[in-house]
């Protein structure tokens, strides 16, 4: 009886052996799957995975290795998509529109995005710590187009005439990857730019005179918490040394694709402070001084 326990015990041995060898390989190739890299040949894939991820708010662990328009026809693909959960497009975003921020990412000129309906929230907006796989805000500013005439702008100074509004902005954003993936200028072109959300505050309208253009360049942003310190600041100027210049590239890189303006629009024309981390329970409050004649505007959100 001994003999047939001893044979039994080695027949169940070997069968754990086998199935063990027939998942390990699966579980390996799981691995090898989240930590693939992306490139011409399957951005159709990564693609799914920016779509998952962030549906889901988990960071993207793919590496990519696309060039700047290849990683623009994923982002058009990849806001074609969310637009069905995130409703039609209501404007555009530029990042990195200050010099050191484009030193870098080794480029010469900004990145832009697309803003979609539900991307935004109304001032003092309660929402998750969580909106995003990581999570940020910043100091940011919005621009109105009053007039489709703004396509036909060709200086900083003549945007001015067809923007009806400029809108104080908290940019919630998103850098979707995971740590250890190096983000380089196509990464962040391919997850449109990092747009999660953001909030807006009420439109202040804007004439076309200098006092216009000077507040435009001048004015200051301080970045609070809940307590009154200040976490991060920056002046206009920060937008490639003028908001307007912003607003005349993002008109000019859409005309190169063969697109236009529309009025209406909402322009987000990049960041004017450094990244806030958002925590749970906490508040950010944006503080534009000299934006408005003799009035200091505030815009807020809370966390929870």
Known sequence: MSKYLVLLLIFLLSACTVETSK??????????????????????????????????KTPVKTTVNLTLSQAQKVQEQYVLEMSKSLGKVVGYKAALTNQKAQERFNISEPLRGVLLEKMLWENGSVISHKFGSHPMGEGDLIMRVGSTEINNAKTPRETLKYLDAVIPFIELGDLVYSQDVKLDAPAL???????????????????DTDEWENRLKSFRIEILDENGKVLASGNGSDLLGNPLNVVLWIKDSLQGEGKGLKKGDLLSLGSMTSFIPVQLNSTIRAKYIDLWPNQTVEIFVKFE
């Open 189 to 207: 072109l391919a997850i449109n730019v990092g747009a999660r959300a953001g909030i807006l505050g009420k439109p202040i309208p804007v004439a």
């Open 23 to 56: 998942i390990s390989p699966q579980a390996e190739t799981l691995e090898k799957k989240s930590r693939s890299t992306v490139t011409p040949d399957n951005h159709s894939h990564f693609l799914q995975i920016l779509i998952d991820n962030y549906l889901q």
